[in-house]
């Protein structure tokens, strides 16, 4: 039985933006559901891992294939040396990805190159973003970050030099050598969702995680304990915004275009603070459940919007925002802990621990006839 092509599009559409709201959910979820710090300012790492996978790989990518490039281009009557980057930028791509398409190693490598750069951008970006504020209470730290973010956003959305300003730039496909690139790549974004999950499960399961949830739920204690609560912030900002630049790489591949106005923070940063909550604050596998039932919610509307248009009173585009803002609504109120709630941590109880200590005593106290013999 032979599947349409309109339903695999659908299922790749699913998949893909399932894949990147779980990833952007899940670092959102480790620097506030573990750490407690209210980042609204996740956009700005997104969008700078899209802005150096546009902007810098590009431009690196022109003159290092500058050879081949520039054959393509003169047999279109074009001199490579007259072209501006941004002006030009439609066929500058399209000669680039021609070249791509002749070796899939190269796409292969462009690929993991970009992901890695954006990451590391994204992850200065997130440090950056807490030094004048890692030291806030949590309602100054949220507003800091939301303003901070919003300076970059625009400053990209209107300087033409670096993505094009409000019209935008085409980016490269590594996968321009798959003949079904389209319905390939969500493939790619779901094993990078999975990278992610068991990337932060690990994280938190380790000591390093329960000093997190100990600046989260008592910073003042942590503090007292030795811990550095500025350094934890500023580390899992870090990491944060080193997934978050990831998941704009990805994105940007994905769209093979970039706009800034298309990764503000009603999109990147908003709607993953719905899916944190929805899933649950501290649950990785709630936040997954989170990112699935807001896609699900959202693809049944723009899939009845046709239907749905006639009969109601205004737009359709709204009902997404009604739907989604009455169930939050509802779950802050009858289930404020999450469609999974955090999971309690099991300590070991008093008898358990005193036959521990009993196990180690010997260990600890050697008797005469051993401190003689050493």
Do not use: C
């Not at 695999?8 to 959910?25: E, G, H, P, T, W």
């Not at 300590?347 to 005469?368: I, Y």
Request: proline share 5%; net charge negative.
């Amino acid at each position: 039985m032979t599947v349409p092509p309109e339903v695999i599009q659908a299922l790749a559409d699913i998949a893909a933006f399932f894949s990147m709201y779980a990833i952007v959910a899940l670092a959102l979820n480790l620097a506030y559901g573990y750490t407690g710090v209210p980042n609204f300012g996740l956009h700005m790492s997104i969008l700078g891992g899209a802005a150096i996978t546009g902007g810098l790989i590009g431009r690196i990518l022109f003159g290092a294939l500058w050879n081949d490039v520039s054959v393509r281009l003169m047999e279109l009557g074009m001199d490579p040396a007259e072209l501006d980057f941004v002006s030009n930028n439609a066929v500058i791509i399209d000669a680039i990805n021609a070249v791509i398409a002749t070796s899939p190693l190269l796409g292969i490598g462009i690929l993991l190159m970009a992901l890695l750069v954006a990451g590391l951008f994204g992850a200065l970006l997130g440090y950056l973003l807490t030094l004048p504020a890692a030291r806030l209470r949590e309602e100054y730290l949220a507003m800091a970050t939301l303003a901070i973010a919003e300076v970059f956003f625009n400053v990209l959305r209107f300087q033409r030099d670096i993505i094009g300003g409000t019209i935008g730039i085409q980016v490269v496909d590594p996968l321009a050598w798959l003949p079904q690139r389209f319905a390939v790549y969500p493939l790619v974004l779901l094993g990078a969702a999975a990278a992610v999950f068991l990337l932060i499960r690990r994280v938190v399961n380790a000591p390093l995680g329960r000093v997190l949830k100990s600046v989260r739920d008592d910073d003042v204690a942590a503090s007292t304990m030795g811990h550095d609560v500025a350094r934890m912030r500023e580390l899992s900002m870090a990491v944060s915004g080193f997934i978050g630049g990831v998941a704009g790489a990805l994105w940007a591949f994905y769209t093979l275009g970039i706009n800034a106005i298309n990764f503000n923070r009603v999109l990147w940063t908003f709607i993953p603070w719905l899916i944190v909550i929805l899933g649950g604050t501290a649950n990785n596998l709630g936040v997954v459940i989170g990112a699935l039932v807001y896609i699900v919610i959202r693809r049944t509307i723009i899939l009845f919007k046709d239907t749905l248009n006639p009969v109601l009173p205004f737009d359709v585009a709204w009902v997404e925002y009604l739907l989604i803002g009455s169930l939050l609504i509802a779950m802050l109120i009858f289930r404020p802990q999450g469609i999974l709630p955090e999971r309690p941590v099991k300590t070991l109880d008093r008898d358990e621990v005193e036959r521990l200590r009993e196990e180690s005593r010997p260990s600890l106290h050697l008797d005469k006839d051993e401190v003689a013999a050493r």
